[in-house]
Nanobody, 115 residues
Framework: EVQLVESGGGLVQPGGSLRLSCAAS????????MNWVRQAPGKGLEWVSC????????TYADSVKGRFTISRDDAKNTVYLQMNSLKPEDTAVYYC????????WGQGTQVTVSS
């Protein structure tokens, strides 16, 4: 059974940091591009970041560039999103997914940035 399980979300003040994790199982994690996508309340899905197979190339949306860092640990079948300098507009449910167009999705983890 394919599973992607996000964790690490929560409530944080503006300017704070969170690290999201996405643990994968049930597929060959190492060969897939992995992505983070988010959905703010009442908004559509917004692609945030991706990392290639092998982890040598990363790409970011302009809205998070310089603040977020994506990484992966294939030995742990896990992809991470380090989020620094968080802003209220970063409030969203964050999903990880595999492949593009996305083939597998997680359930998401809520990130709320508020004072």
């Amino acid at each position: 059974e394919v599973q992607l399980v996000e964790s690490g979300g929560g409530l944080v003040q503006p300017g704070g940091s969170l690290r999201l994790s996405c643990a994968a199982s049930g597929f060959t994690f190492s060969i897939y591009v992995m992505n983070w996508v988010r959905q703010a309340p009442g908004k559509g899905l917004e692609w945030v970041s991706c990392i290639n197979s092998g982890g040598g190339s990363t790409t970011y949306a302009d809205s998070v560039k310089g603040r977020f860092t994506i990484s992966r640990d294939d030995a742990k079948n896990t992809v991470y999103l380090q989020m620094n300098s968080l802003k209220p507009e970063d409030t969203a449910v964050y999903y990880c997914n595999a492949d593009w167009p996305p083939r597998y999705w997680g359930q998401g983890t809520q990130v709320t940035v508020s004072s």
